[in-house]
């Protein structure tokens, strides 16, 4: 298990902060396997799709800048003129492909681990000097994989090199006896595909080195428990600093609640000790929603909010207590007291519809079914 510079083991993961600090530092995970892998298949990919046709422009290209015109040969400015038409020539051919390959190089950097950008990691240290840690990075994990990859990759390359050229030793040799144009398309396509067979190998690599790049990168990063202690305190800072936090949090939370207040329906009260406002909205809503709680003082506030915008205050003790105790805010009531919070709201909606048409005050209901197990006795 890895230690750090006090003995003690990083058997804990890296925390968020840790992974930020070490993403400032420069310190990600990157794999050259998959940056160099990914290179070398899309441009040998280019060079099938778009080789031949860049082979013939070449060809023609040349044959161009050979045929001088006689006066040009003693006209020094013609020649330097010729000969810059030709390079601009070539270099417009050859953008596409150098084009391709420098995206597929910024996109396979970043590939793994994402774009970073670190001065530290520019930044000279005299400890890379050290003959001593050098030795021991050699016979790291680290080093021990690098030797491993690198004598996949000779096997791998060595293995389909071989096995390309005994495929295509008879079309090296029919070569001869085709024109020189022919030739060189066919060499350029052999080319071309062996390349790509040839790269398409170090997947194999590439695939063994991203999980391992990950691995060791998380491992590298681990914490002691120690350390991460040491960086929770300082995140979260003095006891008395997060008791004040907490203090405004909760403080925040329930002005958040008094102001949904006048957004209820209705508010039940003990009368005195326990006041719940409860909203439903139908066809939005499975049940009606507890959108404020609270006892004694607070309870006091919400019925003095309620009392300012209208919103019925309704006394059910029962009823009260039990939708205190058994519902949270922004939670739905249970189903056991479904039929009490009915008869609540049906004799709101009534006593709305009386005022509003002038008809006749509903009686109140007062036997409301409150089942046992969502009973609460008042605190002696």
Same mark, same amino acid.
């Given at each position: 298990?890895?230690?750090?510079?006090?003995?003690?083991?990083?058997?804990?993961?890296?925390?968020?902060?840790?992974?930020?600090?070490?993403?400032?530092? &420069?310190?990600?995970?990157?794999?050259?396997?998959?940056?160099?892998?990914?290179?070398?298949? $899309?441009?040998?990919?280019? @060079?099938?799709?778009?080789?031949?046709?860049?082979?013939?422009?070449?060809?023609? #290209?040349?044959?161009? !800048?050979?045929? =001088?015109?006689?006066?040009?040969?003693?006209?020094?400015?013609?020649?330097?003129?010729? #000969?810059? %038409?030709?390079? !601009?020539?070539?270099?417009?051919?050859?953008?596409?492909?150098?084009?391709?390959?420098?995206?597929?190089?910024?996109?396979?950097? =970043?590939?793994?681990?994402?774009? *970073?950008?670190?001065?530290?990691?520019?930044?000279?240290?005299?400890?890379?000097?050290?003959?001593?840690?050098?030795?021991?990075?050699?016979?790291?994990?680290? +080093?021990?994989?690098?030797?491993?990859?690198?004598?996949?990759?000779?096997?791998?390359?060595?293995?389909?090199?071989?096995? #390309?050229?005994?495929?295509?030793?008879?079309?090296?040799? &029919?070569?001869?006896?085709? *024109?020189?144009?022919? !030739? @060189?398309?066919?060499? +350029?396509?052999?080319?071309?595909?062996?390349?790509?067979?040839?790269?398409?190998?170090?997947? $194999?690599?590439? /695939?063994?080195? /991203?999980?391992?790049?990950?691995?060791?990168?998380?491992?590298?990063?681990?914490?002691?428990?120690?350390?991460?202690?040491?960086?929770?305190?300082?995140?979260?800072?003095?006891?008395? /600093? %997060?008791?004040?936090?907490?203090? @405004?949090?909760?403080? #925040?939370?329930?002005?958040?609640?008094?102001?949904?207040?006048?957004?209820?329906? /209705?508010?039940?009260?003990?009368?005195?000790?326990?006041?719940?406002?409860?909203?439903?909205?139908?066809?939005?809503?499975?049940?009606?929603?507890?959108?404020?709680? &609270?006892?004694? @003082?607070?309870? +006091?506030?919400?019925?003095?909010?309620? *009392?300012?915008?209208?919103?019925?205050?309704? *006394?059910?003790?029962?009823?009260?207590?039990? =939708?205190?105790?058994?519902?949270?805010?922004?939670?739905?009531?249970?189903?056991?007291?479904?039929?009490?919070?009915?008869?609540?709201?049906?004799?709101?909606?009534?006593? %709305?519809?009386? +005022?509003?048409?002038?008809?006749? $005050?509903?009686?109140?209901?007062?036997?409301?079914?409150?089942?046992?197990?969502?009973?609460?006795?008042?605190?002696?």
């Amino acid at each position: 298990m890895a230690e750090n510079e006090n003995g003690q083991e990083r058997t804990e993961q890296a925390t968020a902060k840790r992974i930020e600090d070490a993403r400032r530092k &420069g310190q990600i995970p990157r794999s050259r396997e998959l940056n160099t892998m990914l290179m070398l298949v $899309v441009s040998a990919a280019t @060079l099938i799709v778009y080789g031949q046709d860049m082979i013939e422009q070449l060809a023609e #290209l040349v044959r161009n !800048a050979l045929t =001088i015109d006689r006066r040009v040969i003693f006209e020094p400015q013609g020649a330097i003129e010729m #000969l810059h %038409k030709a390079i !601009a020539a070539g270099l417009r051919l050859l953008a596409p492909f150098f084009l391709i390959t420098f995206a597929v190089a910024i996109l396979a950097s =970043i590939s793994l681990g994402g774009w *970073s950008f670190s001065v530290e990691a520019l930044a000279f240290k005299f400890e890379k000097l050290n003959p001593v840690a050098g030795l021991k990075r050699i016979f790291a994990w680290r +080093g021990l994989m690098e030797l491993a990859k690198s004598v996949a990759k000779f096997l791998l390359v060595g293995t389909v090199g071989a096995v #390309l050229l005994w495929t295509y030793a008879d079309h090296f040799v &029919g070569f001869g006896y085709q *024109s020189p144009r022919q !030739a @060189l398309a066919n060499a +350029g396509q052999i080319l071309a595909w062996s390349f790509f067979a040839l790269s398409a190998v170090l997947i $194999v690599v590439a /695939v063994i080195d /991203v999980p391992f790049q990950l691995w060791d990168h998380a491992r590298n990063l681990r914490m002691t428990r120690q350390e991460v202690k040491d960086e929770s305190k300082d995140t979260e800072g003095k006891p008395e /600093v %997060k008791s004040r936090v907490r203090q @405004l949090q909760r403080e #925040l939370a329930r002005r958040r609640m008094i102001e949904a207040v006048p957004e209820a329906d /209705v508010v039940i009260t003990n009368p005195t000790h326990f006041a719940v406002a409860l909203k439903y909205e139908e066809g939005r809503m499975r049940a009606p929603r507890l959108v404020a709680k &609270g006892s004694d @003082l607070l309870a +006091g506030r919400i019925r003095a909010k309620a *009392s300012d915008h209208n919103v019925p205050i309704f *006394s059910a003790p029962p009823l009260a207590r039990a =939708i205190y105790y058994s519902t949270e805010l922004d939670q739905e009531i249970p189903a056991g007291l479904y039929l009490a919070v009915a008869q609540v709201l049906a004799y709101v909606y009534q006593l %709305k519809a009386a +005022g509003r048409y002038r008809r006749e $005050v509903p009686v109140p209901p007062t036997d409301l079914d409150v089942p046992p197990e969502l009973y609460r006795d008042p605190a002696p």
